[in-house]
């Protein structure tokens, strides 16, 4: 069972930049997509980015142009860098493992969800 904990969230100005880390444990996982999700207060929990194994990128229309996912499987850690960011940015940010093949960019697609970091950007 891998387990994941994210870092790197924080309070930060609009336009700012903020650069999230997700490290797993437990098992390697260079065999496995990985996905950063968001969920802002009162809301559902939405998909972010994700990275295949091979390094396939995918992004949430929102974020395209602003976010870049990576990973480091040297490291067992998964990053999303953050850049031009907005107020609606606002959440907390997960990383979770895709456990349903495919390129689906539901959370049920996803499992062993880390414990989330807070992401605040003011205007």
């Known amino acids: 069972q891998v387990q994941l904990v994210e870092s790197g969230g924080g309070l930060v100005q609009a336009g700012g930049s903020l650069r999230l880390s997700c490290a797993a444990s437990?098992?390697?996982?260079?065999?496995?997509?990985m996905g950063w999700f968001r969920q802002a207060a009162g809301k559902e929990r939405e998909f972010v980015a994700g990275?295949?194994?091979?390094?396939?990128?995918t992004y949430y229309d929102s974020v395209k142009g602003r976010a870049t996912i990576s990973r480091d499987n040297a490291k067992n850690t998964v990053y999303l860098q953050l850049n031009s960011l907005k107020p609606e940015d606002t959440a907390v940010y997960y990383c979770?493992?895709?456990?349903?093949?495919?390129?689906?960019?539901?959370?049920?697609?996803?499992?062993?969800w880390g414990q989330g970091t807070q992401v605040t950007v003011s205007s």
């Open positions: 979770a493992v895709r456990r349903r093949a495919g390129w689906g960019q539901n959370a049920a697609d996803f499992g062993s």
């Open positions: 437990g098992r390697t996982f260079s065999s496995d997509a």
């Open positions: 990275i295949s194994w091979t390094g396939v990128r």
